[in-house]
């Protein structure tokens, strides 16, 4: 029994190592300026498609929508928190920041409006694919201390269709051939790395550089 339980507990040590990394969320009293900090494990990171109205192409960077994630933002009115200090509602702001990232990171984009009327996003967001995604911009000074930092892209989800229906299409990089495969229901065929970013990309995975 004893063995058991301890392979058990290895494999989900993996399984947590691999997939699970933690979040950090700072939020600030605009009163007192008393900090609290919680944190969070996380699965995937969702992060917000926001179009920059002085964009003319209409195109994003991942980079620009992890920056929106991290962002600070004001808590206010209704919003407006507790604070552990002044025992009463305040202003605050609130950001977060990654404390620790997974091995196999999964990249959520939020396509789908949560407006009155549910619509898709199709604005097109850049990411690398044959380089390499660099997260030092969005992580704590704790994270940065740990070393290696970047990622490489090894799969794609892609939706095509609406919000009331749709089909899911994904694009896989062997990790023997590095060739790009797409996977299509039964149909699986090799494509090339330029057919892997398109408007319809909906979740990214990527794996930790040399790991």
């Known amino acids: 029994l004893y063995l058991l339980l301890s392979c058990f507990h290895h494999i989900i040590f993996l399984f947590l190592d691999l997939f699970v990394g933690l979040l950090k969320s700072t939020l600030q009293c605009s009163t007192c300026k008393n900090c609290s900090v919680t944190f969070d ?65 999964v990249i959520h984009l939020k396509r789908f409006s949560v407006t009155k009327f549910r619509t898709k996003l199709s604005t097109h967001v850049e990411f690398p694919i044959s380089q390499k995604l660099n997260l030092n911009d969005y992580v704590t000074d704790s994270a940065r201390g740990r070393g290696n930092l970047t990622y490489t ?59």
């Not at 209409?58 to 920056?67: A, I, M, N, Y």
Request: aromatic share 10%; net charge positive.
């Open 153 to 211: 892209l090894y799969g794609v989800v892609n939706h095509s269709g609406t919000t009331y229906g749709g089909h899911y299409i994904a694009n896989c990089r062997s990790a023997t051939s590095r060739l790009w495969h797409k996977f299509n229901d039964s149909r699986v065929s090799e494509t090339q790395d330029r057919t892997v970013r398109s408007s319809d990309a909906y979740v990214l995975f990527y794996e930790l550089a040399n790991y």
């Open 41 to 105: 494990p996380f699965w995937d990171l969702s992060v917000p498609i926001k179009k920059d109205t002085s964009m003319l192409s209409g195109e994003l960077h991942l980079k620009d929508c992890l920056k929106e994630f991290t962002k600070s933002e004001v808590l206010e009115g209704d919003e407006k928190p507790m604070c552990d200090r002044c025992k009463t509602r305040h202003r605050a702001t609130k950001r977060f920041s990654i404390e620790r990232l997974p091995k196999i990171l």
